[in-house]
């Protein structure tokens, strides 16, 4: 057996700290959901909690940010465990190597999304948690909080209106699975409830203590709550390994090497089971979506410690 490298997280995080000071500073902030737009672009932070609930942080780590498609993840710990297999009947588990909000696989595939954490399958999931959860936004909001123990966590009102506004994939996705009898409720309400799960804020900290749950198998060990059991946890990781960052997923896995998911609000998460959660927020993208220091950031820090999952 190899045996397991001992991470110095505080050099660690000097060594980030410098790594970030030479980092090339490239990419543009999103700007489809005018709201974002206000963000300052130079902002940076990092968490990360270990399992044992160390705690290492850098930068803007304490900043309240959009975390976007991030809470996807969440969205479908919860419906995976209110559904079990069922889910699997409308959403697929695979990656789709396409853009987050593409149309062109939905129509061929008969409104079945490719997998979870594309808009379409996150609009699936909205859809289940409408089906399941009386007072949808507030039930979902309580589970959030009841998670990490955090009752700061908040939808981010002026955010999910800005997209509302200007959302008009997301409509023309949510017709296209209604179609195809994909959707079971109310377009309006499903899209309401998408736009505020895709609003809601946290800092890096609290991104990284909400998340650690499936860094330990299904159990937040700062809350002792149970989010859903080891299996789907497992399982989580596994869709978040080739699906998290949608047509780069191949880039991210070769590079930093954990699960992981982003957000266009400049946030990422990533998960090392067994050892670590880890928030990231540039809100700097690169072509694809992604924040571009966040990905450098989080490759140095696997390259450095060995501490890809591979
Ligand atoms: O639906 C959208 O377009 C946004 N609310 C979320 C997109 C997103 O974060 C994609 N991830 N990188």
Redesign the pocket.
């Known amino acids: 057996m190899i045996s397991e490298p001992f991470i110095d997280y505080q050099k660690l995080f000097l060594e980030m700290a410098e790594e970030l000071r030479e980092m090339d500073d490239i990419g543009t902030i999103a700007s489809y959901?005018p709201e974002l737009r206000n963000v300052d672009p130079n902002k940076f932070g990092i968490h990360l909690t270990t399992i044992d609930n160390q705690n290492y942080c850098l930068g803007d780590s304490n900043d309240k940010f959009s975390i976007?498609?991030i809470s996807k993840v969440l969205s479908l710990a919860l419906a995976f465990e209110l559904e079990a297999d069922k889910l699997w009947d409308r959403v697929g588990v695979e990656p789709s190597g396409t853009p987050?909000?593409s149309l062109v696989q939905l129509e061929y595939e008969k409104g079945i999304p490719r997998n979870p954490l594309i808009?379409a399958g996150a609009l699936v999931i909205c859809d289940v948690l409408v089906s399941r959860l009386k007072n949808t936004k507030q039930a979902f909001i309580e589970f959030a909080r009841r998670v990490s123990g955090n009752k700061n966590i908040d939808y981010c009102p002026r955010v999910a209106e800005s997209?509302k506004k200007t959302?008009f994939k997301?409509a023309a996705l949510i017709n296209l699975m209604k179609s195809f009898g994909n959707i079971k409720n109310d377009i309006e309400v499903v899209l309401d409830f998408y736009?505020n799960l895709?609003s809601i804020e946290m800092t890096c900290k609290e991104l990284a203590q909400e998340f650690l749950f499936l860094a330990s198998n299904g159990v937040n060990p700062l809350t002792n709550v149970r989010v859903v059991d080891a299996s789907k946890s497992k399982r989580i990781n596994a869709i978040m390994q080739l699906c998290g960052f949608?047509d780069e997923a191949g880039e991210f896995s070769f590079k930093v090497g954990l699960p992981g998911k982003?957000?266009?609000?400049g946030g990422i998460l990533a998960i090392h089971p067994g050892k670590f959660s880890i928030a990231v927020w540039g809100p700097k993208l690169n072509s694809k979506?992604?924040s571009y220091k966040g990905m450098r950031i989080l490759e140095f820090l696997t390259t450095r410690t060995q501490s890809s999952i591979f």
């Open positions: 959901i976007q498609s987050f909000n808009n997209e959302g997301n736009f895709c949608y982003s957000g266009v609000g979506g992604n």
